[in-house]
């Protein structure tokens, strides 16, 4: 059965780092595009950032651009979010989906909270 699973969220200070997991289980993350999308009370599901393989292409929204980098390890079948320079406005759920064919499958989310 497949599964993904985030962590690394947290409360942070404006400027701070957080670094996000996303581990997937049953199936093979470096085959999928995978993404990192967030959601705030009272907002869409907005992608920060996605991921795909051979060869590796990277796409990230422009609010997060020069601060967050999304890369992936595919000997422990995670994908990270390494996210920089965090700012009150990033607070949001995170979650992790991996797409392919027709498979679509999400994370449970982790809450990220940027504030003094």
């Known amino acids: 059965q497949a599964h993904l699973v985030e962590?690394?969220?947290?409360?942070?200070?404006?400027?701070?780092s957080l670094r996000l997991s996303c581990v997937a289980s049953g199936f093979t993350l470096g085959w999928y595009t995978v993404g990192w999308f967030r959601q705030s009370p009272g907002k869409?599901?907005?992608?920060?950032a996605?991921?795909?393989?051979?060869?590796?292409?990277?796409?990230?929204?422009?609010?997060?651009?020069?601060?967050?980098?999304?890369s992936q390890?595919?000997?422990?079948?995670?994908?990270?979010?390494?996210?920089?320079n965090l700012k009150p406005e990033d607070?949001?759920?995170?979650?992790c989906n991996g797409r392919y064919a027709t498979d679509d499958y999400w994370g449970q989310g982790t809450q990220v909270t940027v504030s003094s």
Request: proline share 4%.
């Open 91 to 95: 607070t949001a759920v995170y979650y």
């Open 44 to 48: 869409n599901r907005e992608g920060v």
């Open 7 to 16: 962590s690394g969220g947290g409360l942070v200070q404006p400027g701070g």
């Open 73 to 84: 390890d595919h000997d422990k079948n995670t994908v990270y979010l390494q996210m920089n």
């Open 50 to 70: 996605c991921i795909r393989s051979g060869p590796t292409d990277t796409y990230y929204t422009d609010s997060v651009k020069g601060r967050f980098t999304i």
